[in-house]
């Protein structure tokens, strides 16, 4: 199986959570379910960190040099995460980026185990965890916007 069978599914996820972060509003993205719980803002941070990290770790395509990452520590707070349009703009980025690494990549290397910092996968399987982690966010996101207390001028 090439990247041309299994790009089809990752572009329907990672359409899909993209899609559904569009509707975001600036104000939402502090928004949290409890003080110790994640905001939006740094979920939607974390997700595209985590495709560039993906792309290095299992895909050989080392993440660009102005990619920062903030999220690999809990989030204590000491970042704002506050601009929508940029986090989207990030997230689209990792996402282009996560496909050219999972283009470029020799179809026999596919199936052929890599160590990384979170264990051993083969890239076929690092990209069915990357596929779950975008579900899990997107619906940490919408359950964030369905039960939190919602800002004041919303």
């Known amino acids: 199986m090439s990247f041309e069978a299994v790009y089809p599914v990752w572009r329907t996820v990672r359409d899909r959570f993209q899609k559904s972060m569009q509707s975001i509003k600036e104000e939402e993205l502090q928004l949290r379910l409890s003080p110790e719980t994640l905001s939006i803002g740094y979920i939607l941070r974390h997700n595209a960190e985590v495709e560039y990290m993906f792309a290095e770790w299992f895909f050989n395509k080392k993440a660009p040099e102005d990619v920062t990452y903030l999220t690999t520590e809990p989030d204590k707070g000491g970042h704002a995460y506050g601009n929508v349009q940029e986090l989207l703009t990030f997230l689209e980025a990792?996402?282009?980026?996560?496909?050219?690494?999972?283009?470029?990549?020799?179809?026999?290397?596919?199936?052929?185990?890599?160590?990384?910092?979170?264990?051993?996968?083969?890239?076929?399987?690092?990209?069915?965890?990357?596929?779950?982690?975008?579900?899990?966010?997107?619906?940490?996101?919408?359950?964030?916007?369905?039960?939190?207390?919602?800002?004041?001028?919303?």
């Not at 185990?113 to 069915?128: K, Q």
């Open 94 to 154: 990792a996402d282009l980026y996560l496909s050219s690494a999972m283009k470029e990549l020799p179809e026999a290397a596919w199936d052929e185990p890599v160590s990384s910092p979170i264990g051993s996968s083969t890239p076929r399987e690092a990209l069915g965890r990357v596929l779950y982690h975008a579900g899990l966010h997107g619906g940490q996101v919408s359950l964030i916007r369905k039960c939190a207390v919602q800002p004041a001028n919303s």
